[in-house]
């Protein structure tokens, strides 16, 4: 499904008026795992996913690193992408090993900052080169993982499959239930509407959320951590809604949060 929607949005996207910010994600989003790769991508998988079912541990990087050849090549695309819209972000043939300390890092939340400056680029140029190179690899990997996830039974703040944290969230049709997407692999998991995703508060006091006048959108904030998630109500959707490009479409509520004091978890 991840797939089908990161499709769907590229193809949107290239009707849109082409800026340097929309051209960038419509590129990124792009990114494509090739055909010669997917038999050795998908025996890993395979083999992850009959010790996934059994116990529904989430994924280390060992897990979803099987081939630096594949990895080096989907990171040398991003860059290239993201070094025509952002100056100085061009790593020059920096070292496989390097590259793959850097995405060990990323992958854990670590700092990248002295792997950024051996590479010769800035750490958030370089996140953002790892984080697309590996969203089509994390998102097979949910595609095969996230049915296998106990939903009833996890309710965690981070993604069941990857560890990531969440970006965006959406109130099912069916109940208005709350649901989290991973910034990373684009699982989705069931969470309480009344706690924060990011540091567990659950004081009804310092939590809150904005909508817009149509009540389509929210935004989750919590006062204890400063932190916000964006939301859509599914209940006032009609057809088909894709999350990656939501993402895009509530920039301003990320603006509005930023002015407001509040940053991203993720």
């Known amino acids: 499904m991840s797939t089908q929607a990161d499709s769907g949005t590229v193809e949107q996207l290239g009707e ?26 998908d025996e890993h998988i395979r083999q992850v996913a009959e010790r996934f079912a059994q116990s529904n541990f989430v994924l280390q990087f060992e897990d979803v690193f099987p081939d630096q050849a594949l990895f080096c090549e989907l990171f040398s695309e991003a860059n290239g992408i993201v ?40 750490w958030e140029a370089l996140s953002l080169c790892l984080k697309n190179a590996f969203h089509p690899i994390l998102v097979r990997y949910s595609e095969k993982l996230s049915p296998l996830v106990k939903q009833d039974s996890w309710r965690q703040r981070v993604c069941p499959v990857c560890g990531g944290k969440p970006d965006f969230s959406f109130l099912d049709r069916e109940a208005g239930a709350r649901w989290l997407i991973c910034s990373r692999c684009d699982t989705e998991w ?44 599914l209940r006032r959707t009609e057809g ?23 940053q991203p978890g993720w």
């Open 16 to 41: 849109w008026k082409q800026t340097r910010y929309i051209d960038l994600r419509r590129k990124l989003l792009g990114l494509k795992v090739k055909d010669s790769y997917l038999p050795v991508l």
């Open 83 to 122: 070094s025509e819209q952002i100056p100085d972000s061009r790593a020059e043939n920096p070292q496989p090993s390097l590259i793959k300390k850097a995405a060990n890092a990323w992958y854990r939340y670590s700092s990248m900052s002295d792997i950024a400056q051996k590479i010769g680029i800035s």
């Open 190 to 233: 069931l969470f309480l509407r009344l706690e924060c995703p990011f540091c567990g508060n659950q004081d009804q006091d310092s939590l809150a959320y904005l909508t817009d006048g149509k009540e389509l959108y929210r935004l989750y904030t919590c006062e204890q951590c400063r932190i916000y998630v964006k939301a859509i109500d």
């Open 240 to 262: 088909e809604v894709l999350f990656p490009l939501e993402r895009i479409l509530t920039l301003d509520l990320d603006r509005q949060a930023h002015e407001a004091g509040y």
